[in-house]
């Protein structure tokens, strides 16, 4: 059976991200964002972390989307 393709977005949160597939964690670790297993990233939005960390939220978006 094949597996439902999620659309990512900046509205969700890491730890919806992370629970959707756990190889997203490694992407998002990929762009410094060590913060994954942080208590918080459950209810920060990508948008939140991405203007944090100072990343392009669409480059991010696309990276989590491409696969």
């Known amino acids: ?17 992370m629970n959707a597939d756990p190889e ?9 964002m060590h913060c994954c297993g942080c208590p918080m ?9 991405c203007e944090v960390h ?3 939220l669409d480059f991010v978006l696309a990276r989590l989307n491409e696969k």
């Open 1 to 17: 059976m094949k597996k439902k393709k999620i659309i990512y977005t900046k509205d969700m949160t890491l730890g919806q991200i």
């Open 24 to 32: 997203n964690s490694i992407i998002l670790m990929g762009f410094g």
């Open 41 to 49: 990233s459950q209810m920060e939005t990508l948008e939140q972390a």
């Open 54 to 56: 100072e990343l392009d």
